[in-house]
């Protein structure tokens, strides 16, 4: 236990430091950011790790991205599509990759070759310099480079270490490596999404990853609040397995209350609730939900229909789910007929949830899409203008945003070597000679 004169200090060093630093780009607007200050050394590659900083990042922190200096990030190779270079660009290639731009915005990109003795010297002294690392290598690897949470928690002992792995640093699937869809077979996603009577299918994005990294972002300021009271930082260990199993929410807990497998994939519909599900329409689909019987009485009116909330059959939910293919069938005779956007415009105002099932470019055109502010084009210094899905959340006193653009490869290695530990050009100069930085 730290004593309280030592912990005194310990955190006035770290709020005159986070006072001291700054956030390039942040704008006029930063300092009222809930991270401002705070400083994340990001050694994560594709998404689940990636993901997490990014929202680190677009709530203020100054987050210094970790790349080997020749490849980058797996995902900057991921395409198409890319965002081409412009015209005069100093950069070569198809452009930079649209998956590497989706989670990568609010960051600085060091070109580090840590497999070098001077690559391990300089994260040895950023970590010092920061608060948070997150890294997503397989349990021991790192260990290999002195660069293990007990190493570094040595150097800095308030560093919060967040380890983002397939399967955790412990149990008999540790050593495995863990990518999404590979959790989402083996932990139950799969199984349970899908067509009724069509094999198990993943889900469109990969979800593990983002509900990981989304776990692991509020477990990362969790670990901060904690360093406030004591001083002192911890390892975290977030696994995709734990938290699949974690999001499998009510079916889990249906499982473990009844003792009884799953009841299987249902598409849209619902296991419990009829109607709720999309329906075919002239042009499209649908999705209509009558989740209770009053609800269920709106949709028989919507449809024209108003004699099948009298039928023996379908007056109750337990009515309507007992006699689900049949009224379903009934339903889509109906919906058929008429187009998407008529049957919107029947039900608005109604009281009942029903949802058009639209593609991704209609998604992001969306008028309330276009309201809530979520597609914000940014300035990239080799692509010119991108399109850029925004941050979700909204402050009342606070804006995060996106402040600067995902960067390129090397993009800030002469920036963070000379500002934070203050490397001359002549020693930066050397070691890109050498290949440790690009």
């Known amino acids: 236990m730290m004593n309280s004169g030592k912990l005194r200090t310990w955190k006035t060093s770290r709020r005159s430091s986070r006072a001291n630093s700054t956030v390039s780009g ?26 997490c900083t990014q929202i680190l990042g677009d709530l203020g922190a100054e987050v210094i991205k970790i790349e080997h200096p020749v490849r980058g990030d797996d995902t900057r190779a991921w395409g198409p599509p890319y965002a081409p270079y412009q015209p005069g660009s100093s950069l070569n290639g198809p452009g930079e990759s649209a998956y590497f731009l989706a989670v990568n915005r609010n960051k600085k990109s060091l070109a580090l070759n840590f497999q070098h003795p001077s690559g391990v010297e300089i994260l040895h002294k950023l ?7 997150v890294e997503n290598y397989l349990p021991g690897t790192l260990a290999k480079y002195k660069l293990d949470y007990d190493t570094l928690s040595a150097i800095n002992p308030g560093l919060i270490y967040a380890s983002i792995t397939g ?7 540790s050593s495995r490596a863990g990518y999404d869809v590979m959790v989402e077979a083996e932990f139950g996603l799969m199984h349970i999404t899908g067509s009724r009577d069509g094999p198990p299918v993943k889900v469109g994005v990969a979800v593990t990853d983002l509900t990981t990294g989304l ?8 670990a901060l609040l904690s360093r406030a009271k004591t001083g002192r930082g911890q390892r975290i260990d977030a696994a995709l397995s734990d938290c699949q199993t974690a999001t499998l929410a ?8 009844s003792g009884e497998k799953d009841s299987g994939r249902w598409g849209t519909a619902h296991p419990s609730i009829v109607p709720y599900r999309s329906f075919q329409t002239k042009d499209g689909d649908v999705l209509l939900g009558g989740g209770n019987d009053r609800l269920s009485g709106i949709l028989c009116d919507g449809l024209g229909r ?4 009298e039928n023996s059959k379908f007056r109750t939910n337990a009515e309507r789910v007992a006699n689900r293919d049949e009224l379903e069938a009934l339903i889509e005779s109906v919906t058929v007929t008429k187009t998407t956007g008529e049957w919107l415009r029947i039900f608005e105002g109604k009281g009942m949830p029903y949802a058009a099932v639209n593609d991704v470019q209609a998604t992001l055109a969306h008028e309330h899409t276009k309201a809530r502010n979520m597609v914000v084009e940014v300035d990239h210094d080799q692509c010119g203008t991108i399109k850029l899905v925004n941050t979700p959340v909204k402050y009342s006193e606070s804006e995060p945003k996106v402040r600067t653009a995902p960067p390129t490869l090397g993009q800030h290695t002469h920036e963070v070597l000379s500002d934070h530990l203050g490397m001359s050009e002549d020693g930066i100069r050397s070691l890109r000679d050498i290949g440790v930085i690009r």
Do not use: F
């Not at 009510?250 to 209350?257: D, G, H, Q, T, V």
């Not at 108003?306 to 909330?309: F, L, M, Q, S």
């Open 26 to 51: 942040a704008g006029s607007s930063s300092s009222s950011l809930p991270l401002e200050g705070y400083r994340v050394l990001d050694m994560t590659r594709v998404l689940a790790g990636p993901y």
């Open 127 to 133: 970590v010092a310099k920061c608060d948070i690392l």
């Open 167 to 173: 399967y955790g640093q412990t149990g008999p699937y």
């Open 215 to 222: 776990y692991t972002s509020n477990s990362i300021m969790a």
């Open 250 to 257: 009510n079916i889990a807990s249906s499982c473990l209350i």
């Open 306 to 309: 108003p004699e099948w909330k």
